[in-house]
């Protein structure tokens, strides 16, 4: 059974900056595309970045050159990074696994195989 434990969630001003982590566990770490995304209140789930099991990755236009994905394959722990935080970057923040390519996951959430329980970021001053 696969589980994605998030942490790193918190309440954070604007410029701000907050570390995400998701560790996994229950499957073949080499064999996943891992993802980060976002849900703001009312609205739908997003990808923000997306990581291949050979490091790969992709961002959405709205994080690019302040969100930076990185994973660890000794701790099978995936992390992102999220420096020059907005008030739109507020929302619950779920790691996600699947085996799709990076770019394809990222863009369709029907090719996430499996979901963390999400962690609450909010910006705001």
């Known amino acids: 059974q696969v589980q994605l434990v998030e942490s790193g969630g918190g309440l954070v001003q604007p410029g701000g900056s907050l570390r995400l982590s998701c560790a996994a566990s229950g499957l073949t770490w080499d064999y996943y595309t891992i993802g980060w995304f976002h849900q703001a209140p009312g609205k739908e789930r997003e990808g923000v970045s997306c990581i291949s099991s050979d490091g790969r990755f992709t961002y959405a236009d709205s994080v690019r050159g302040r969100f930076t994905i990185s994973r660890d394959n000794a701790k099978n722990t995936t992390y992102l990074q999220m420096n020059s935080l907005k008030p739109e970057d507020t929302g619950v923040y779920y790691c996600?696994?699947?085996?799709?390519?990076?770019?394809?996951?990222?863009?369709?959430?029907?090719?996430?195989?499996?979901w963390g329980q999400g962690t609450q970021v909010t910006v705001s001053s």
């Open positions: 996600a696994a699947g085996m799709a390519p990076f770019q394809a996951m990222c863009a369709i959430t029907l090719f996430v195989r499996s």
